[in-house]
């Protein structure tokens, strides 16, 4: 299966920016969308498309991408932001399914 | 209101099984691609595979074959997923998530509480 690839963990000052990347070789076709996760919740869809947001996500949430690389942005970073956050998109090999990064443990300080 | 309702935990013995249930409801249970997702302890999201809620055909990542299957009963919109022969490292809290594609981009756009599934003699 194809490989998506995330920083183990990010930390970001109360109120600054924080961007939270997601490499592989399948966002140069197909975007990423974005999944927070907060201790024992369900994940939560953040971010989809090229830049789109579900009803209820925050502006503060902003997404990017330029060639194998999808980015998340947080802009003015909010205690409640804290949480892992994940990337998925498709899969390019074998059964063209989905497939997640490792993950990113976002702390805000 | 779109909802994924998941089946309570489990507490299974090696060698056991066990089925997982998610019922959807609030939309057309037949006009989306359901999707399941593993979490083990400590670790990140595993999708295992999908099943196509009209022709009830599934489709299983690497690893998720063989003990893992997914099934339908769309009269009551759920979809399932059984594991035979459970293992200590099937160990997991277990997400179902609908599937939805719009404006050339696709996502898991709504999901289920999660199931917490323990194997455990």
């Known amino acids: 299966s194809s490989e998506l690839t995330q920083d183990p963990a990010v930390s970001v000052a109360l109120g600054q920016t924080v961007i939270i990347t997601c490499q592989g070789d399948?966002?140069?076709?197909?975007?990423a969308s974005w999944y927070q996760q907060k201790p024992g919740q369900a994940p939560v869809l953040v971010l989809y498309?090229?830049?789109n947001r579900p009803s209820g996500i925050p502006d503060r949430f902003s997404g990017s991408s330029s060639g194998n690389t999808a980015s998340l942005t947080i802009t003015g970073a909010q205690a409640e932001d804290e949480g892992d956050y994940y990337c998925d998109s498709r899969d390019t090999s074998g059964n063209h399914g989905r497939v997640f990064g490792g993950g990113t443990k976002l702390t805000v300080l | 209101q779109v909802q994924l309702e998941q089946s309570g935990s489990e507490l299974k013995k090696p060698g056991a099984s066990v089925k997982v249930s998610c019922k959807a409801s609030?939309?057309?249970?037949?006009?989306?691609?359901m999707n399941w997702v593993r979490q083990a302890p400590g670790q990140g999201l595993e999708w295992m595979g999908w099943i196509n809620t009209n022709t009830g055909n599934p489709t299983y990542a690497q690893g998720f074959t063989g003990r893992f299957g997914f099934s339908l009963d769309t009269s009551v919109s759920t979809a399932y997923l059984q594991i035979s022969s459970l293992k200590a490292e099937d160990t997991a809290v277990y997400y179902c998530a609908r599937f939805h594609c719009s404006g050339g981009s696709c996502y898991l756009d709504y999901w289920g509480q999660g199931t917490r599934v323990t194997v455990s003699s």
């Open positions: 399948s966002l140069r076709t197909y975007y």
């Open positions: 609030g939309f057309t249970f037949r006009n989306y691609v």
């Open positions: 498309g090229r830049n």
